[in-house]
Nanobody
Framework: QVQLVESGGGLVQAGGSLRLSCAASGSIFSISVTGWYRQAPGKERELVARITRSGITDYADSVKGRFTISRENAKNTVYLQMNSLKPEDTAVYYC?????????WGQGTQVTVSS
């Protein structure tokens, strides 16, 4: 089975940085779009960033200029570099990947930004 394993979450102060990683394992032939959602308590899940296999990216307006999504296709891994973090970025971050007609989700990693 295909699995996505996330890492890199944690507690940081406002203005700090974190780098999230999400590695896919299993029987993988191709990953088209992959990216990150986040969900804060009591709020709707929102798309943070996504990236195509060719490197085309999209970002939520709230993170543009601060977050950078990237991927290493050979490693089946997607990253989210988060700079200038704000308390409003506090959420559980979930990676996802569209793999061979299926959407696979990571387990989530907590990002907490203190004020």
């Amino acid at each position: 089975q295909v699995q996505l394993v996330e890492s890199g979450g944690g507690l940081v102060q406002a203005g700090g940085s974190l780098r999230l990683s999400c590695a896919a394992s299993g029987s993988i032939f191709s990953i088209s779009v992959t990216g990150w959602y986040r969900q804060a308590p009591g709020k709707e899940r929102e798309l943070v960033a996504r990236i195509t296999r060719s490197g085309i990216t999209d970002y939520a307006d709230s993170v543009k200029g601060r977050f950078t999504i990237s991927r290493e296709n050979a490693k089946n891994t997607v990253y989210l570099q988060m700079n200038s973090l704000k308390p409003e970025d506090t959420a559980v971050y979930y990676c996802y990947a569209f793999i061979q007609s299926s959407t696979v989700w990571g387990q989530g990693t907590q990002v907490t930004v203190s004020s």
